[in-house]
């Protein structure tokens, strides 16, 4: 492919009415630098797309004043337009509505021409998200971990395509919005679609294959990318600004989007439907073609606890219109990156298949209507079961749970026509049903197409629960309700919550160990499931001369680095404790790095979760080993590490660097019964106070009030009440204090070391 860019911009196309006009700032925000040559994004280049069906808009930059001549031109059209580029050198010219067609040349004359060749006009897809839309349909270089989409070989044997075309945006980050993307149109083969996302390819060629139409495909995805990064309004839009932003208002169909892993991780479930609303609410205001289609993927099974939830907040987006949502509860391997992207990306294009082109057949498997009590049963009913229902493996359906008082039990289900009939012995009186509702979700229910049914329950939803879990002074918890049609009653004396207890409308201080419940009563009079959750004051904890609090002792240091530095060659401008991982006590906004050291006390063993939040780099060691490497220079990205771990205190290390630009630190971890939360740590105390200190005596009857800092070997490290340090020989010390040497070795054999 040659993209003539010294030489103007070719567009094809058939019509007699072209609107023109000039804009005072095309995308502004950030200024394309004055040159005399014509010249437009490279959004625009050979082998394009041009979405059929619409206006379309055409931009670029000349020298102001410029005079400039649009022909797109090929067997079926031929347009003619003119334009002159404003005082700023920008120029737009909307083309008129385009038929399925081509190929056509492109060509943009002023002082010099630009032209593009085999253009076509057909239908033209947005592919955004996070890692499961990035991750690309062969190997990817330097990530080990993904293996491709099944069968990756023979799908890139059959990925010659010219009616498929792709443009990869490549991966950008930028503090506020640009105008032009570095990137290339191209046509689907196997050396293109190799790199190209999985989940878009298969999307595209089922609508290529079903349509009979030039489809063009613009990934743009970022792995480990918060929703609220996409989102122009956030205040975070780094990948907006970046990947999006130039690309607008190049003409599309809609948009596929999956995304979610991040913000779940992050505990988001209470909000993140609201953050979806905004994104596609935005996306669409500034594009300025109407309410364009959406689709998005709900997350696979096994992420981690409180999935469901999350998959309920992925379902109410289908509240906004032109939206849709396609299970993946039966697509089995790795729950963060399966390799089934063919599944995915099909079952997306069903949606779009019957949303956007009226094609007959079925885009969504069963999802809940409704529930009837009959007697000890409960029936349900479903939207979306085609002709029927069936299971994915003839067997006794799975997954079913009911409930008569808020305790759910497993029950058996049979399926009675388009219905579902659902009942347990241990429930005679049942008021409630679910299905699925569990993150490792496990149900076999299918439509009579073979798509699988949705998650849900039924009741309303509980109330989130937010706040730190383990404080040293006090705490503030926060309440936040799931749903708005209702209100939040708690109590934090461990009764039940009912409607004679408190509604809540502030944040509650507590100042003392507490536990909260709440539940959510909606106006209809459903009543949620309790939410509860313990507050802890942290009280000091002494072990021998050792006294611990909660909180990090961190080192302070200043310079300016490209990726985290060597720490132990930097020179400490500054110690202390803090409450907890912050940047509160940088002096700088830029250019600093923290080192920070706590000890975790791990009460069961087994596999935990560590996560960094940062902008810049960030890494977090347990026990000197290294389990998240958040490094280099970039926006807030999440990423993540897993251990196992054994009883006993382990010591947490977190390093962070800010090389420019913003500035974010969050540490979480989750294990055995514990949800994602920040991370608790606990340090010594910075100064020494009397109780800690002891008296010791050598042989030679000299005496010194200290605290032990360490033993190691044969030698004692201590420190006096005027933070002097010294090294002693322990065979130079009393018997007495050898003594209580040994004992406390071996009391510090279960504590931080």
Same mark, same amino acid.
Request: aromatic share 10%; with cysteine.
């Given at each position: 492919?040659?993209?003539?860019?010294?030489?103007?911009?070719?567009?094809?196309?058939?019509?007699?009415?072209?609107?023109?006009?000039?804009?005072?700032?095309?995308?502004?925000?950030?200024?394309?630098? *004055?040159?005399?040559?014509? /010249?437009?994004?490279?959004?625009?280049?050979?082998?394009?797309?041009?979405?059929?069906?619409?206006?379309?808009?055409?931009?670029?930059?000349?020298?102001?004043?410029?005079?400039?001549?649009?022909?797109?031109?090929?067997?079926?059209?031929?347009?003619?337009?003119?334009?002159?580029? &404003?005082?700023?050198?920008?120029?737009?010219?909307?083309?008129?509505?385009?038929?399925?067609?081509?190929?056509?040349?492109?060509?943009?004359?002023?002082?010099?021409?630009?032209? =593009?060749?085999?253009?076509?006009?057909?239908?033209?897809?947005?592919?955004? $998200?996070?890692?499961?839309?990035?991750?690309?349909?062969?190997?990817?270089?330097?990530?080990?971990?993904?293996?491709?989409?099944?069968? !990756?070989?023979?799908?890139?044997?059959?990925?010659?395509?010219?009616?498929?075309?792709?443009?990869?945006?490549?991966?950008?980050?930028?503090?506020?919005p640009i105008q032009d993307v570095n990137g290339t149109w191209a046509l689907s083969s196997p050396e293109t679609a190799a790199g190209f996302s999985g989940t878009g390819f298969f999307f595209g060629k089922k609508l290529v294959k079903d349509l009979d139409v030039t489809v063009g495909l613009i990934e743009a995805a970022v792995g480990g990318m918060p929703i609220e990064q996409f989102s122009p309004h956030s205040g975070q839009a780094f990948w907006y600004n970046g990947m999006i932003a130039p690309v607008i208002p190049y003409g599309i169909r809609g948009a596929i989007w999956y995304q979610g892993e991040t913000n779940f991780w992050a505990g988001d479930r209470a909000n993140y439907f609201d953050k979806q609303k905004a994104l596609i609410d935005s996306w669409r205001q500034i594009?300025?073609? $109407?309410?364009?289609?959406?689709?998005?993927?709900?997350?696979?099974?096994?992420?981690?606890?409180?999935?469901?939830?999350?998959?309920?907040?992925?379902?109410?987006?289908?509240?906004?219109?032109?939206?849709?949502?396609?299970?993946?509860?039966?697509?089995?391997?790795?729950?963060?990156?399966?390799? %089934?992207?063919? $599944?995915?990306?099909?079952?997306?294009?069903?949606?779009?298949?019957?949303?956007?082109?009226?094609?007959?057949?079925?885009?969504?498997?069963?999802?809940?209507?409704?529930?009837?009590?009959?007697?000890?049963?409960?029936?349900? &009913?479903?939207?979306?079961?085609?002709?029927?229902? @069936?299971?994915?493996?003839?067997?006794?359906?799975?997954?079913?749970?009911?409930?008569?008082?808020?305790?759910?039990?497993?029950?058996?289900?049979?399926?009675?026509?388009?219905?579902?009939?659902?009942?347990?012995?241990?429930?005679?009186?049942?008021?409630?049903?679910?299905?699925?509702?569990?993150?490792?979700?496990?149900?076999?229910?299918q439509n009579s197409d073979g798509l699988p049914a949705f998650p849900f329950r039924t009741g309303s939803s509980a109330p989130e629960i937010g706040g730190k879990r383990l404080f040293s002074n006090s705490s503030t918890i926060n309440l936040k309700p799931i749903e708005s049609n209702g209100s939040i009653h708690y109590s934090l004396d461990g009764s039940l919550p009912d409607k004679k207890s408190p509604i809540y409308a502030n944040p509650i201080e507590v100042r003392q160990t507490t536990t909260v419940r709440a539940r959510f009563y909606r106006d209809d009079g459903v009543v949620s499931s309790v939410a509860e959750s313990t507050f802890s004051k942290a009280q000091p904890r002494k072990y021998g001369v050792r006294m611990l609090n909660l909180g990090v002792s961190y080192k302070? !240091?200043?310079?300016?680095?490209?990726?985290?530095?060597?720490?132990?060659?930097? @020179?400490?401008? #500054?110690?202390?404790?803090?409450?907890? =991982?912050?940047?509160?006590?940088?002096?700088?906004?830029?250019? !600093?790095?923290? *080192?920070?050291?706590?000890?975790?006390?791990? +009460?069961?063993?087994?596999?935990?979760?560590?996560?960094?939040?940062?902008?810049?780099?960030?890494?977090?060691?347990?026990? /000197?080993?290294?389990?998240? %490497?958040?490094?280099?220079?970039?926006?807030?990205?999440?990423?993540?590490?897993?251990?196992?771990?054994? #009883?006993?205190?382990?010591?947490?290390?977190?390093?962070?660097?800010?090389?420019?630009?913003?500035?974010?630190?969050?540490? +979480?971890? #989750?294990?055995?019964?514990?949800?994602?939360?920040?991370?608790?740590?606990?340090?010594?105390?910075?100064?020494?106070?009397?109780?800690?200190?002891?008296?010791?005596?050598?042989?030679?009857?000299?005496?010194?009030?200290?605290?032990?800092?360490?033993?190691?070997?044969?030698?004692? @490290?201590?420190?006096? %009440?005027?933070?002097? #340090?010294?090294?002693?020989?322990?065979?130079?010390?009393?018997?007495?204090?050898?003594?209580?040497?040994?004992?406390?070795?071996?009391?510090?054999?279960?504590?931080?070391?």
């Open positions: 492919m040659q993209i003539h860019r010294d030489k103007g911009v070719v567009i094809d196309m058939k019509s007699t009415a072209v609107i023109i006009f000039f804009i005072p700032l095309l995308l502004a925000i950030v200024n394309f630098p *004055a040159s005399a040559d014509v /010249r437009l994004p490279r959004i625009f280049g050979d082998h394009m797309v041009l979405q059929r069906g619409i206006k379309l808009p055409v931009w670029g930059w000349a020298e102001a004043g410029e005079r400039l001549t649009l022909t797109l031109k090929g067997e079926d059209l031929n347009v003619n337009a003119e334009v002159t580029a &404003n005082g700023t050198g920008q120029w737009k010219i909307d083309l008129p509505v385009l038929k399925a067609g081509g190929p056509y040349v492109m060509t943009i004359t002023g002082n010099n021409s630009v032209i =593009f060749n085999n253009v076509m006009a057909g239908e033209v897809w947005l592919c955004s $998200g996070q890692s499961n839309m990035e991750v690309p349909v062969g190997l990817m270089n330097g990530a080990a971990w993904w293996k491709g989409v099944l069968n !990756y070989e023979k799908e890139l044997e059959s990925a010659n395509n010219p009616k498929l075309r792709l443009f990869n945006v490549a991966t950008t980050w930028k503090q506020s594009w300025k073609q $109407g309410d364009f289609p959406f689709y998005l993927v709900q997350l696979a099974p096994g992420l981690g606890e409180n999935l469901p939830l999350f998959w309920e907040a992925q379902a109410r987006t289908l509240s906004i219109k032109n939206t849709g949502i396609v299970s993946t509860n039966d697509i089995g391997g790795d729950p963060v990156h399966p390799r %089934d992207k063919r $599944g995915v990306g099909e079952r997306l294009a069903l949606w779009a298949l019957a949303k956007d082109y009226g094609r007959d057949g079925s885009f969504s498997g069963p999802t809940f209507k409704s529930m009837n009590v009959e007697g000890h049963m409960i029936r349900v &009913n479903f939207d979306h079961v085609g002709s029927g229902l @069936k299971t994915r493996n003839n067997e006794q359906i799975s997954g079913f749970e009911i409930s008569g008082d808020g305790e759910f039990y497993p029950a058996k289900a049979v399926i009675d026509g388009k219905t579902v009939l659902v009942a347990s012995k241990k429930v005679p009186k049942p008021a409630l049903v679910r299905l699925g509702w569990n993150h490792l979700s496990n149900t076999n229910l302070y !240091y200043e310079g300016s680095w490209p990726a985290l530095p060597d720490f132990g060659n930097l @020179k400490v401008l #500054k110690t202390g404790v803090s409450n907890d =991982f912050n940047l509160t006590m940088a002096d700088k906004t830029d250019g !600093y790095a923290l *080192a920070f050291t706590g000890y975790l006390d791990i +009460k069961e063993p087994g596999l935990y979760t560590f996560q960094t939040t940062s902008d810049d780099g960030s890494a977090l060691l347990v026990d /000197r080993q290294l389990i998240v %490497d958040n490094n280099g220079i970039h926006a807030p990205i999440t990423k993540s590490g897993e251990v196992e771990l054994r #009883k006993g205190w382990r010591k947490i290390e977190v390093f962070y660097f800010e090389g420019g630009g913003g500035e974010a630190l969050n540490v +979480k971890y #989750k294990g055995p019964n514990i949800s994602l939360q920040e991370l608790p740590c606990w340090c010594e105390q910075e100064s020494v106070t009397d109780d800690q200190l002891r008296v010791f005596t050598n042989k030679s009857g000299t005496k010194i009030k200290a605290k032990i800092v360490e033993v190691s070997d044969d030698k004692v @490290k201590l420190i006096r %009440d005027d933070n002097k #340090k010294f090294i002693v020989p322990i065979n130079s010390l009393s018997e007495e204090d050898q003594d209580y040497l040994r004992d406390w070795v071996s009391n510090e054999a279960v504590e931080p070391k």
